[in-house]
C-alpha cells in the first residue's frame, strides 16, 4: 500500500518533469538566440562566403521557429548535438565527461558538510550559550561569509605552494586532487548546517519527547542519535535538495581555481561563446537533475517523517 | 557522537597531511633548485651530460583548445599544439624564422604568383606511411573545402579561386593548386602575397591523413586516431585536463629532438596557473596575472620572462556619429592628451611599449609610422591638444561628454579609466565608462550606432604589417570605425600586386601615415608576451609571433652545487 | 524507611526578569506501596517539584536540598548515575501524551529501549514484554499496534503506552504528573482508574500530581496540598476532606462538585490568582486570596503539625497540634 503510493508518487512527478522541462528548453532556447552576437562572431570577422557556409551547415540561417522545432525533434532522441565551441566533441560526450567529476566532488562536498554540518550543530546545541557554542558558531558565521575565491587561494598557497602536500589544481580522479575542491566547496555549507541543525536541535531538545526519554533513564547519547537526531536534521533534509543540486552541478569558480574538468565551466563558456548546443544541453541536463535530486529529498523526507508517509498512504 | 566527530575531523587533517617535502606534486616553494650551466656541443646541441634525465615538459595552454583538426583550428591553445603534432611545408624556428619544412626549397615565379615546392623524399606519417605531395594538396583542398566548415580558411584566400571555392561557385578542384609528381606540387595566387610562405607554416596548410580522414570523419582528430607528421604524436585529451603529445619517432629530425613528453594544461585562470607553476606542476605558463607583475618580478625573476608580441592596443574612434564625424580636431586632441608613458608604466606595468602608431615594431622588419608628436614632451601634446580642444568648439564650460566602451575586463578598465581621467586633467573632457560582454560589446562595434569611443586590439595573424592595416580598409568586417579613405584603400590595392618587397613595406608605411593623419585610433601601446619559464628549460627564444615549438626545447639537470648551499 | 525522601527542597529558575522560587522547602516522604497525592493550582510547582529531583529542570534551573531514593541523594548524583534510577526504580508519565512520545520512532522502539537498556533484555525479549505490557494497559491488538508510530494512536491510546512504558522495568516509584488533564473527561476517568489498579496490581508507590482534587480522592492514601511552592496542608485522603484546616483547602474542597451538596450556587472558586513568584507577598502567600486573613498574617505563617502526623501553614493551627517551626 505504502510502496504502491510511493510508485505511484514518482510516476506523477515524473510526467509532470516533461511541461516544465519544455517550458526550460522554450525559454532557455530563445534566452540564449536573443543575446546579440552568435558562436562564429569574433574579433576577427569571416568573409561573407565563410560566413555564409557555416551558417547553412549549422542551419542557422533558417526562421527561429524552424529551428526551434528541429531541435526539439533532436532532442527527443536524446542527442544534444555538436558543440559549436569545442568542435571535436559533441554536447553528450562533453556533459559525460564533465557531470561525473562535478558530482563527485559535489556529493563529495555534501557528504562531508552533512556530516561535519549536522556534528558541530548539534555539539554546538549541547553545548548552548557556552563559549564553545560561540566560538563553533563564530566559526561557521565565518564560513558563510568568506567567499570561496579567496578561500581556495588560500588552500592552495598552504597547502601546494608552500607545503606542497596536495597538487594546486588539475584533476587525474586521485583523492589527493579532490581534497581541496571539496573542502572549499563543503566550507560554507558545512557552517550553513550547522546552523541549521543547532537551531532545530534547541528546539528538539526543548521537547517534551525527549524529556520522556531522558526520564526513561537512557544515556544522554543514546537520547541525543535516537531521539533528536532524526527530528533535528530534517530541515538539513529540506536544505539538501537544492543545496546538492548546485553543489553537483558544478561551480564555476571552483572549477577555474582548481582546474577541474566540471559541467560548470562548460555552462559558462558555452554562454560566453553563444555555444547554442552546449548551453541548452547543460541547461536541460541541470533541470533533470535538479528535479530528480528534489524527488529523492522528498523520498528522504518521507522516509525520516512517519507523519508524512502516512499521509502518503491514505 | 563526539568521538565520531573528533575523528571524521581528525580524517580530513590526514587527508591534507600526509606525505612531506617530497611528493608527486612538483618542488615546494622555497626549494627552488638551479640548473646546471649549459654546454653546447660543437653542432650546437646541447650536451648530453648537462641534460636532465626526464625530458618531460608541462605547458599552461590557456583555454581548452577547440579542436585538433588542424583545418578548423584557430585560437592559439589549439594551434599551439598542432604545430608540435605536424609540420607544414614551411616551418618556423625556435627564433620565429621561416626555415624549410617538409619542403626542402621552392621556387617563386616573377610574378610572384606561383610558388612550386619541391618535397623531401624520406618523410613518412606517424604510422609508417609515406607522406607525399598529394596530402599537402589534399590538406588545402580539404581546408578550403566548404563541406569542412573551416572558419580558418580566411587566411588561405590569396590561393586562386580559394574565395570562389569558399562561396560554394566553383569545386574544389578548381583551386590554384596542382601536383606536379609525387615530391612536386604548385601554388597559384590572386596576387603577389609575401606573407604566403609564413602561412604554409600555420595549421590550416597542414596536411592530413587522407585515409584516415575519410575513414573516421569527424573523429579523426582524437587521441588514438589522429596521424599526424610533426615531432610529437597526440596520446591522451581529456578535455579541460590535459592533452599529452610524445614524441613521433618517425619524424625526420626525431634524433635530434629532446623532449619525450609535452603535457599541455588548460589555464583557464591565470592566478591559478601561477599557482600550479609555483607549486612546481607547470614549466611554462600561458599568462601571468597583471596584478602579480610586480610580486613575480620581485620573487621569479629569473623564471618571469616577457617579450615584445606582434598586437598593438589602442582605442577607436566611430567616425560615423556625432561627436567625431568629421572632427579631426576634436580627434587630434584627444589623441595627443593621452600620456602612453603613464599608462605603460603604472597601469599595465609589462613592459608594454608606448605606441604612436598601428602597427607594432619588429613584424618581419617593418618600421612603423611616426608622428611628429611622438618626439615631443607630453606637455607640449597637452598644449597642443587644447589648442585643438577649443578649435573643435569645446572649452571649460562646453565640456566634451564622451563614452569609453570596452568589454569586461581589468585591464580594458584600468586603461580606460586612466585615458579618462588623462582628457578630465588636460582639456577637462567628461568621459564616461561603458562595459560590455565582448559579443554585445563587438555587436555594438560593427553596428556603429552607439559607440563613439571604444577599446579595440589587433594580435596579427601572420608575421606582415598587411595585417593591421587590412581592417581599416573601406568596407572590410572589422572596420568598426566607420573609416573610408580612397587614398588609403588605393594603398592598399598596390601593396596587394606590389613584388618588390622594399616597395611594398614603402607602400605599407604611406597607407599607415594616412591613416594615422585621419586620427581614427588612438595607439596606447603595442603587446608584450609574459610568462614564467622554468630555468632548466632551454631551447627557445623569444619571438614576435610568440611561438615555441617545443621540438627544439630541452631541459637542464639541476645544479649539485646549489642542493650543496641549502644544506651547507 | 521511606522510599522517597525529600527535605528542604527549593528549585530556582534565572529568567531575565529575575530569580523565580518556584519550590520552596518542601519537605516529605513517599512510603513503599503508598499512593501521595500532591494537588494545587497551575504554578504551584508541583510538576517542578518532581522534575527537579528527577534531574528534568530546563536549563536554567537549579535545584537544593535533598531527595533520597533509598538514601540514596538523587540531587548529588551524576548523570550516568541518575540514569540507573530513572525509568527503571522511578518512572514518570507526562500531562501531555500528545507531545510526549517521539513522534519519529515506532512505540515497538521507544517501548523496548527502555528494557533493552536497563535489563539488557534481547530485541525480541524485550519486545514480547512490552507487548505484554500494552495488553497490561489494554491496548487492543498490541502486536500490531507495536508497529505503529504515535500519531496512529488516539491521545488516550497514546496515554496507555506513556503508561505502559513506565511500567516496563516495574519500578518502585511511579511519578504521574497530571496524566489525563490534556485527555477527554471520560478517557480521564479511566486513565486514573487505570493507575490506581495497576498501583495495586504491582504494589509500587505512586506520587500522582493533579489540579484536580477530586479527581484523586479514590486512589489516594496521603495528600499534600501545595501553593506557591510550599506545602499548605498535608493528610490522609479523610483528614483533607473530612476536616481540612487550611482556608486554601477549604477553598479547593468548595470549587469540586459533589453530589452530597444541594446547588451549583456553593460550588465556588477561590477568587484571585496565584501570587506572583518573582514577588511573594509579606507575610502568607494565600493572604491576599484568603477570605479569613487577619492583621496576624503579615507575618509568615508557622506549620503546625497535629499527633497524626498532618499539617497546615496557618495562625489557625491545628487542634491538639504544635507550631514545628517558625
Same mark, same amino acid.
Given at each position: 500500500m505504502k510502496q504502491a503510493g510511493v510508485f505511484r508518487h514518482a510516476a506523477v512527478r515524473l510526467l509532470g518533469l516533461i511541461p516544465t522541462l519544455l517550458v526550460l528548453i522554450t525559454i532557455a532556447f530563445f534566452l540564449i538566440r536573443i543575446a546579440p552576437g552568435g558562436p562564429f562572431d569574433a574579433e576577427k570577422v569571416l568573409p561573407p562566403e565563410i560566413r555564409a557556409n557555416l551558417d547553412a551547415n549549422y542551419h542557422l540561417d533558417e526562421p527561429l521557429l524552424q529551428q526551434y522545432f528541429r531541435y526539439l525533434g533532436q532532442i527527443v532522441t536524446g542527442d544534444f548535438g555538436p558543440s559549436f565551441q569545442y568542435k571535436d566533441w559533441t554536447v553528450n560526450e562533453l556533459i559525460a565527461r564533465g557531470f561525473p567529476v562535478s558530482a563527485t566532488i559535489g556529493g563529495l562536498a555534501m557528504a562531508l558538510a552533512f556530516v561535519l554540518g549536522t556534528l558541530i550543530g548539534t555539539f554546538a546545541a549541547l553545548k548552548q550559550n557556552s563559549v564553545i557554542d560561540y566560538s563553533v558558531m563564530g566559526v561557521a558565521m565565518l564560513g558563510i561569509s568568506i567567499p570561496n575565491f579567496v578561500v581556495a587561494p588560500l588552500l592552495i598557497l598552504g597547502t601546494a605552494v608552500y607545503a606542497g602536500w596536495l597538487p594546486a589544481g588539475g584533476w587525474d580522479w586521485s583523492?589527493? !586532487?579532490?581534497?581541496?575542491?571539496?573542502?572549499?566547496?563543503?566550507?560554507?555549507?558545512?557552517?550553513?548546517?550547522? !546552523?541549521?541543525? !543547532?537551531?532545530?536541535?534547541?528546539?528538539v531538545l526543548h521537547s517534551n519527547y525527549i524529556r520522556t526519554a531522558r526520564a526513561k533513564g537512557l544515556p544522554e547519547r543514546q537520547v541525543i542519535r535516537r531521539h533528536a537526531f532524526k527530528p533535528a536534521i530534517l530541515p538539513v533534509i529540506s536544505y539538501m535538495g537544492p543545496a546538492t543540486a548546485a553543489l553537483i552541478t558544478g561551480s564555476v569558480v571552483i572549477e577555474r581555481i582548481y582546474s577541474i574538468p566540471g559541467l560548470g565551466s562548460y555552462f559558462v563558456q558555452g554562454a560566453l561563446n553563444r555555444d547554442y548546443t552546449l548551453v541548452l544541453g547543460v541547461v536541460i541536463f541541470y533541470g533533470i537533475v535538479i528535479v530528480v535530486l528534489n524527488f529523492i529529498v522528498d523520498l528522504l523526507y518521507a522516509w525520516l517523517n512517519p507523519r508524512i508517509r502516512y499521509d502518503e498512504a491514505q | 557522537m563526539f568521538a565520531r566527530s573528533c575523528s571524521v575531523l581528525c580524517c580530513v587533517m590526514a587527508l591534507s597531511a600526509c606525505g612531506d617535502g617530497q611528493n608527486d606534486f612538483g618542488r615546494p616553494q622555497g626549494k627552488r633548485a638551479q640548473p646546471v650551466q649549459l654546454v653546447l656541443l660543437e653542432d650546437g646541441r646541447p650536451a648530453p651530460e648537462v641534460l636532465a634525465e626526464e625530458q618531460v615538459v608541462y605547458r599552461g595552454n590557456g583555454e581548452e583548445p577547440e579542436t585538433l583538426d588542424p583545418h578548423l583550428a584557430q585560437g592559439v591553445p589549439a594551434t599551439r599544439i598542432l604545430r608540435d603534432l605536424f609540420e607544414g611545408l614551411t616551418a618556423e624556428s625556435a627564433a620565429g624564422d621561416l626555415v624549410p619544412g617538409a619542403a626542402l626549397r621552392w621556387n617563386i615565379s616573377r610574378d610572384a604568383r606561383t610558388y612550386t615546392f619541391y618535397l623531401r623524399r624520406d618523410l613518412?606519417?606517424?604510422?609508417?606511411?609515406?607522406? *607525399?605531395?598529394?596530402?599537402?594538396?589534399?590538406?588545402?583542398?580539404?581546408?578550403?573545402?566548404?563541406?569542412?566548415?573551416?572558419?580558418?580558411?580566411?587566411?588561405?584566400?590569396?590561393?586562386?579561386?580559394?574565395?570562389?571555392?569558399?562561396?560554394?561557385?566553383?569545386?574544389?578542384?578548381?583551386?590554384?593548386?596542382?601536383?606536379?609528381?609525387?615530391?612536386?606540387?604548385?601554388?597559384?595566387?590572386?596576387?603577389?602575397?609575401?606573407?604566403?610562405?609564413?602561412?604554409?607554416?600555420?595549421?590550416?596548410?597542414?596536411?592530413?591523413?587522407?585515409?584516415?580522414?575519410?575513414?573516421?570523419?569527424? /573523429?579523426?582528430?582524437?587521441?588514438?586516431?589522429?596521424?599526424?607528421?610533426?615531432?610529437?604524436?597526440?596520446?591522451?585529451?581529456?578535455?579541460?585536463?590535459?592533452?599529452?603529445?610524445?614524441?613521433?619517432?618517425?619524424?625526420?629530425?626525431?634524433?635530434?629532438t629532446l623532449i619525450e613528453r609535452v603535457v599541455y594544461t588548460p589555464t583557464e585562470d591565470r592566478a591559478a596557473e601561477v599557482k600550479q607553476f609555483r607549486s612546481g606542476a607547470l614549466d611554462w605558463t600561458n599568462e601571468v596575472p597583471n596584478n602579480q607583475f610586480k610580486w613575480l618580478q620581485a620573487n621569479y625573476p629569473d623564471e618571469l620572462v616577457t617579450s615584445p608580441w606582434m598586437g598593438s592596443y589602442f582605442l577607436g574612434f566611430n567616425l560615423t556619429q556625432e561627436p567625431f564625424i568629421d572632427n579631426p580636431s576634436l580627434r587630434m586632441a584627444l589623441i595627443l592628451s593621452v600620456d602612453r608613458q603613464i599608462i605603460t608604466e603604472k597601469v599595465t606595468q609589462f613592459g608594454e611599449k608606448p605606441s604612436f602608431a598601428l602597427v607594432p615594431p619588429g613584424i618581419d622588419g617593418y618600421v612603423p609610422f611616426s608622428p611628429e608628436y611622438a618626439d615631443w614632451a607630453q606637455e607640449e601634446r597637452d598644449h597642443e591638444a587644447r589648442?585643438?580642444?577649443?578649435?573643435?568648439?569645446?572649452?571649460?564650460?562646453?565640456?566634451? *561628454?564622451?563614452?569609453?566602451?570596452?568589454?569586461?575586463?581589468?585591464?580594458?578598465?584600468?586603461?580606460?579609466?586612466?585615458?579618462?581621467?588623462?582628457?578630465? /586633467?588636460?582639456?577637462?573632457?567628461?568621459?564616461?565608462?561603458?562595459?560590455?560582454?565582448?559579443?554585445?560589446?563587438?555587436?555594438?562595434?560593427?553596428?556603429?550606432?552607439?559607440? /563613439?569611443?571604444?577599446?579595440?586590439?589587433?594580435?596579427s595573424d601572420y608575421n606582415d604589417p598587411y595585417s593591421f592595416l587590412e581592417m581599416f580598409r573601406t568596407g572590410h568586417g572589422r572596420n568598426d570605425y566607420g573609416y573610408s579613405n580612397e587614398t588609403f584603400d588605393a594603398l592598399l590595392d598596390e601593396v596587394g600586386t606590389e613584388r618588390v618587397r622594399a616597395r611594398r613595406e614603402r607602400l605599407m608605411f604611406e597607407a599607415e601615415r594616412v591613416l594615422m593623419s585621419d586620427h581614427v585610433i588612438i595607439p596606447i601601446f603595442t603587446y608584450v608576451t609574459k610568462r614564467l619559464v622554468n630555468p632548466h628549460l632551454k631551447g627557445w627564444q623569444n619571438n614576435v609571433m610568440d611561438h615555441h615549438p617545443t621540438q627544439t626545447m630541452f631541459k637542464l639537470k639541476s645544479s649539485e652545487m646549489s642542493s650543496a648551499e641549502k644544506n651547507p | 524507611m521511606p522510599l522517597l525522601s525529600i527535605s528542604n527542597l527549593e528549585v530556582e529558575f534565572e529568567t531575565a526578569e529575575g530569580v523565580v522560587k518556584a519550590v520552596n522547602g518542601m519537605t516529605f516522604d513517599v512510603f513503599e506501596g503508598e499512593t501521595l497525592a500532591?494537588?494545587?493550582?497551575?504554578?504551584?510547582?508541583? &510538576?517542578?517539584?518532581?522534575?527537579?529531583?528527577?534531574?528534568?529542570?530546563?536549563?536554567? %534551573?537549579?535545584?537544593?536540598?535533598?531527595?533520597?531514593?533509598?538514601?540514596?541523594?538523587?540531587?548529588?548524583? #551524576?548523570?550516568?548515575?541518575?540514569? =540507573?534510577?530513572?525509568?527503571?526504580?522511578?518512572?514518570?508519565?507526562?500531562?501531555?501524551?500528545?507531545?510526549?512520545?517521539?513522534?519519529? @520512532?515506532?512505540?515497538? #522502539?521507544?517501548?523496548?529501549?527502555?528494557? =533493552?537498556?536497563?535489563?539488557?533484555?534481547?530485541?525480541?525479549?524485550?519486545?514480547?514484554?512490552?507487548?505484554?505490557?500494552?495488553?497490561?494497559?489494554?491496548?487492543?491488538?498490541?502486536?500490531?499496534?507495536?508497529?505503529?508510530?504515535?500519531?496512529?494512536? &488516539?491521545?488516550?491510546?497514546?496515554?496507555?503506552?506513556?503508561?505502559?512504558?513506565? @511500567?516496563?522495568?516495574?519500578?518502585?516509584? @511511579?511519578?504521574?504528573?497530571?496524566?489525563?488533564?490534556?485527555?477527554?473527561?471520560?478517557?480521564?476517568?479511566?486513565?486514573?482508574?487505570?493507575? %490506581?489498579?495497576?498501583? #495495586?496490581?504491582? #504494589?509500587?508507590?505512586?506520587?500522582?500530581?493533579?489540579?484536580?482534587?477530586?479527581?484523586?480522592?479514590?486512589? &489516594?492514601?496521603?495528600?499534600?496540598?501545595?501553593?506557591?511552592?510550599?506545602?499548605?496542608?498535608?493528610?490522609?485522603?479523610d483528614e483533607i476532606f473530612y476536616s481540612p484546616q487550611h482556608p486554601y483547602t477549604r477553598g479547593l474542597i468548595a470549587s469540586v462538585p459533589r453530589l452530597d451538596r444541594i446547588s451549583d450556587d456553593e460550588l465556588q472558586a477561590i477568587p484571585g490568582n496565584p501570587p506572583n513568584l518573582l514577588e511573594l507577598p509579606i507575610g502568607c502567600n494565600f493572604r491576599d486570596r484568603c477570605s479569613e486573613a487577619t492583621e496576624q498574617c503579615l507575618e509568615r505563617p508557622p506549620v503546625w503539625r497535629a499527633t497524626s502526623g498532618r499539617t497546615s501553614r496557618c495562625f489557625q493551627g491545628i487542634e491538639g497540634g504544635e507550631i514545628v517551626n517558625e
Open positions: 583523492w589527493q !586532487r579532490m581534497v581541496l575542491p571539496v573542502v572549499t566547496l563543503a566550507l560554507p555549507v558545512v557552517a550553513y548546517i550547522a !546552523r541549521l541543525t !543547532r537551531g532545530s536541535m534547541i528546539e | 613518412v606519417w606517424s604510422n609508417g606511411d609515406p607522406l *607525399r605531395a598529394d596530402d599537402f594538396v589534399y590538406g588545402l583542398q580539404r581546408a578550403i573545402d566548404p563541406e569542412t566548415n573551416s572558419s580558418a580558411a580566411r587566411t588561405l584566400l590569396p590561393i586562386l579561386n580559394a574565395r570562389e571555392v569558399l562561396a560554394g561557385e566553383l569545386p574544389v578542384e578548381e583551386l590554384g593548386i596542382s601536383l606536379l609528381d609525387e615530391f612536386t606540387m604548385q601554388i597559384t595566387l590572386t596576387g603577389p602575397t609575401p606573407y604566403f610562405l609564413g602561412l604554409l607554416a600555420s595549421p590550416v596548410a597542414f596536411p592530413v591523413h587522407k585515409g584516415n580522414v575519410e575513414a573516421l570523419g569527424d /573523429q579523426f582528430s582524437k587521441p588514438g586516431n589522429l596521424i599526424s607528421n610533426g615531432a610529437f604524436v597526440l596520446t591522451e585529451w581529456t578535455p579541460r585536463v590535459s592533452i599529452v603529445l610524445e614524441k613521433n619517432p618517425r619524424y625526420r629530425q626525431a634524433e635530434t589648442r585643438l580642444y577649443e578649435q573643435a568648439g569645446y572649452s571649460e564650460e562646453n565640456p566634451l *561628454r564622451v563614452e569609453i566602451r570596452y568589454n569586461t575586463s581589468d585591464n580594458n578598465k584600468k586603461i580606460a579609466l586612466a585615458v579618462a581621467s588623462m582628457w578630465k /586633467q588636460a582639456l577637462g573632457v567628461n568621459a564616461t565608462l561603458v562595459n560590455e560582454e565582448f559579443r554585445v560589446f563587438l555587436q555594438n562595434r560593427e553596428q556603429k550606432l552607439v559607440t /563613439q569611443v571604444f577599446s579595440a586590439g589587433w594580435i | 500532591i494537588v494545587g493550582e497551575s504554578g504551584a510547582g508541583k &510538576s517542578q517539584l518532581v522534575l527537579s529531583f528527577m534531574g528534568l529542570l530546563a536549563e536554567n %534551573g537549579s535545584v537544593s536540598g535533598e531527595a533520597k531514593f533509598r538514601g540514596e541523594d538523587l540531587l548529588q548524583m #551524576k548523570p550516568r548515575e541518575l540514569n =540507573r534510577i530513572r525509568g527503571r526504580h522511578i518512572a514518570m508519565i507526562f500531562q501531555d501524551p500528545m507531545t510526549s512520545l517521539n513522534p519519529f @520512532l515506532s512505540i515497538e #522502539k521507544q517501548m523496548t529501549e527502555v528494557v =533493552r537498556h536497563h535489563q539488557g533484555l534481547s530485541r525480541e525479549e524485550a519486545r514480547a514484554h512490552a507487548v505484554e505490557m500494552l495488553r497490561a494497559v489494554r491496548i487492543p491488538d498490541p502486536e500490531e499496534r507495536i508497529k505503529q508510530y504515535p500519531h496512529e494512536y &488516539s491521545g488516550g491510546m497514546r496515554q496507555r503506552v506513556m503508561i505502559a512504558i513506565g @511500567l516496563l522495568c516495574a519500578p518502585e516509584l @511511579l511519578i504521574a504528573d497530571e496524566p489525563s488533564t490534556a485527555l477527554d473527561v471520560t478517557v480521564q476517568a479511566q486513565i486514573t482508574e487505570l493507575v %490506581g489498579e495497576l498501583r #495495586k496490581k504491582t #504494589k509500587m508507590a505512586l506520587v500522582l500530581i493533579t489540579h484536580d482534587l477530586a479527581a484523586v480522592a479514590e486512589i &489516594s492514601d496521603r495528600i499534600i496540598v501545595m501553593y506557591a511552592g510550599e506545602a499548605v496542608e498535608t493528610g490522609t485522603v
